[in-house]
């Protein structure tokens, strides 16, 4: 989280040569701290927000649509014939994605009531933290949605499994394959 807020440490961090005071009358400002992209601390902020944003933009849009599908259910002829778990998992489903489009909405808000008072990191830390929840809560998402499509076609044993090796696919792909590639990054970095 660190790293994203601009605020890790490390090689990448170490101070640019020439990075020291500067005389008197000097208009040339040099970032404090250079991770070989040669940008100032502000700069970096100001990227790593515009970067959350595109990822907010992917997990908004795909939310909104498995939202929108989740509403439109109970206009269905066969909603009348769910069993009484099914319902419960649709309501926590719909509860689900209403409370993820929240959290994404947050930030946005945030942003709002930030703007022009200088605190970029605080809105960076922030939407950090919400990323990662509102990914997690996504998976849930997915997954009841799988159990529930295939509860209702296939039956009880077949959604179990749908929905378990989604969940494995998913702890491989948003958890474990990162955390290895990041690993692999932060050794390379020494």
Request: aromatic share 6%; proline share 4%.
């Amino acid at each position: 989280m660190d790293a994203a807020a601009g605020q890790g440490a490390g090689t990448g961090d170490t101070p640019a040569p020439g990075d020291g005071a500067r005389g008197p009358g000097s208009s040339t400002r040099r970032p404090s701290r250079d991770d070989r992209r040669g940008e100032s601390a502000n700069q970096r902020l100001d990227r790593n927000w515009q970067e959350m944003l595109q990822e907010l933009r992917v997990m908004q849009a795909g939310i909104q649509i498995l939202a929108g599908f989740l509403l439109i259910l109970p206009f269905q002829s066969r909603f009348d014939a769910l069993q009484d778990l099914q319902v419960t998992v649709y309501l926590c489903l719909v509860c689900l994605s209403v409370m993820i489009q929240t959290l994404l909405l947050s930030t946005i808000n945030l942003h709002r009531a930030l703007f022009g008072l200088h605190a970029k990191g605080t809105l960076v830390r922030h939407t950090s933290t919400i990323i990662p929840i509102a990914t997690a809560l996504v998976g849930v998402v997915l997954a009841g949605t799988l159990w529930l499509v295939f509860d209702l076609v296939l039956g009880r044993p077949a959604s179990l499994v749908a929905a378990g090796a989604l969940v494995i696919v998913e702890a491989i792909f948003w958890v474990a394959y990162p955390l290895a590639f990041r690993r692999r990054a932060l050794r390379n970095r020494r």
